[in-house]
């Protein structure tokens, strides 16, 4: 099929996917927009809960596989629209509507790539594309769901919006419940074993706290107090004061060895980290599909922000049209020439990386 004629319908789908709700774990209506795709094109798929997925005709177990992902669950739409959210109306050449940028663009332009390699015959990869949930919210669903149940990945890209520019690696996210203990105390009395008072030197420790080592593309670990809650009434000093702690990771650590490295020193009474699942994640500068971007003229860099990456543990680039600071924006749109460009792009990087 030529690629005009996938780009026409690729937006045609975005428009659909937009008017269609799809909040995290409410995908099933998005997910039979993908299955009928899939149908028109003849392709077999399989589905699994609201991921939707499928291999190239020519798949041979005995080649490496390329995983292009992307996710069809959204946010709700925030307090700030002006627009009608699930109305994708094209205006000056913007495509508006709520899942637009994050990640409907990467999404229908990944589903038009994997249709146009469908049934190529001289690939010296496989390609399964999935369509996948609950990317929002990191659900139990989503791709983590999946990856028992698809072929062996060896390498992904994974679509989120990135300029079209390829995010060589990701940090990695641990979040950790911390508490400071003191003695409870009616405020009218002397007490020298504050909990909130003691939390003065604790932010500071958190706060000018630095693990060592620094990764070349994303930098230094971040580590951010982003909650405290303690006390219930104004004349009782709490026993305790609850922190909240948001660590980025980089990819010079695992998740557990950060956790490791907290536990042993923070001044906290106690600190538990709610899951270690989602780590760092990068893909070698000589790895083809990066060598064949470059050669394209992508720019490469380190990626602050989470996707499901995270889930997965095979090298991955993280690449798609639109643009992240759009995303979870009120009247979110993306540009129709960034699908066109990115479907051009896709097609181009996977020609140069993939023919034989």
Known sequence: MKISKLQKKAIKLLQDLIETRSFSKEEEGTAALLENWLQEFEIPFQRSGNNVWAVNKHFDKDKPTLLLNSHHDTVKPNSAYTRDPFAATIEDGKLYGLGSNDAGGCLVSLLATFSYFFEAKDLNFNLLFAGTAEEEIN?????????PLIPKIDVAIVGEPTLMQMAVAEKGLVVFDAKVKGTASHAAHPNNDSAIYKCISVLDWFKNFKFEKVSESLGEVKLTVSQINAGSQHNVVPASVDLV???????????AEVAEILEKNAPVDEITPRSLRLNSSSISLEHPLVVAGAGLGMSTYGSPTLSDQAMLSCPSLKLGPGDSTRSHSADEFIYVKEIEEGIEKYI??????LKK
Do not use: C
């Not at 702690?245 to 998740?255: A, K, M, P, Q, T």
């Open 348 to 353: 181009s990087l996977l020609q140069r990386a």
């Open 139 to 147: 659900g139990k669903n989503g791709i983590a769901s999946l990856l």
């Open 245 to 255: 702690i948001d660590v980025r990771v980089n990819d010079r650590y695992s998740n």
